[in-house]
């Protein structure tokens, strides 16, 4: 099922934008997260790192709105960050791409001249009155109606059952003899991790700077972030490197 959905969407892309996008994926170069059921991020580690977003309106929606933070991506292109996000997608939430069968290009810009053209056209569109339909015809699209409900319950089920044992595997595997953390630096470290740059305990000041330096490139308001994410990266930051350094203190006088 995985290589048939990357075929599906293969003429979106030109060949040496899904060449690229496949050497990130093979080179460990992409991580991803799931904020919720409708939503994947992924990060590109390059030179400079790029974040792609793919979004579904619904669990049920088949379609997914990708976007991604660089240039080629600004401009509407279909570029080699959302293609080796698709790659990532594939191996670790292959349920996401389940039900989805159609996918968009998405950005704010676009979204926002779409709305007036769409605005406009309807104010100097002339829309005739539709036929009636005929019984046969009724009777035909609520029967489809039945099936599509069934069809989308069914695979909202299956979502429900990965996310629930996905979870429970997750609570077990936490389960270790490791001293517990502060909640704040749990906290921090969650944040970390969720942005693609899980950390390990014992951790040292230059793994928190490393993951601060690379988070900046993507949420920096500059370079299509926003304020908020820049605020929670330089928290999150400065309790961690507080943690280590206390750490380290206590260490030193024992």
């Given at each position: 099922m995985s290589v048939q959905k990357l075929?599906?969407?293969?003429?979106?892309?030109k060949p040496e934008v899904r060449s690229a996008g496949r050497r990130y994926f093979n080179e460990g170069k992409v991580s991803s997260s799931q904020p919720s059921d409708t939503e994947i991020l992924s990060y590109i580690k390059a030179s400079t790192s790029f974040k792609v977003s793919l979004k579904s309106p619904s669990v049920e929606s088949e379609i997914i709105n990708v976007d991604c933070t660089c240039p080629a991506s600004r401009k509407g292109q279909f570029c080699k960050h959302i293609w080796a996000a698709f790659m990532k997608v594939e191996q670790d939430h292959p349920d996401f791409l389940?039900?989805?069968?159609?996918?968009?290009?998405?950005?704010?810009?676009s979204e926002s001249a779409n709305s007036s053209f769409q605005k406009k056209r309807a104010e100097n569109t002339y829309r005739p009155q539709p036929r009636p339909l005929s019984q046969a015809q009724i009777d035909s699209q609520a029967a489809y109606k039945v099936k599509q409900a069934a069809y989308r319950k069914e695979q909202y089920q299956r979502k429900k059952e990965f996310l629930k044992s996905k979870k429970q595997?997750?609570?077990?595997?936490?389960k270790t003899e490791k001293p517990e953390l502060p909640s704040a630096v749990t906290n921090a470290l969650n944040f970390f991790s969720e942005n693609g740059f899980p950390m390990e305990t014992p951790f040292t000041v230059?793994?928190?700077?490393?993951?601060?330096?690379?988070?900046?490139?993507v949420f920096h308001p500059d370079i299509g972030g926003s304020h908020h994410e820049i605020l929670e990266l330089n928290k999150n930051f400065e309790v961690l490197i507080r943690f280590v350094q206390s750490e380290n203190g206590s260490m030193a006088h024992s």
């Open positions: 075929e599906m969407w293969e003429h979106f892309f389940e039900s989805k069968s159609e996918i968009q290009k998405h950005t704010q810009d595997a997750n609570k077990k595997s936490t230059e793994d928190i700077r490393l993951a601060k330096k690379k988070l900046s490139q």
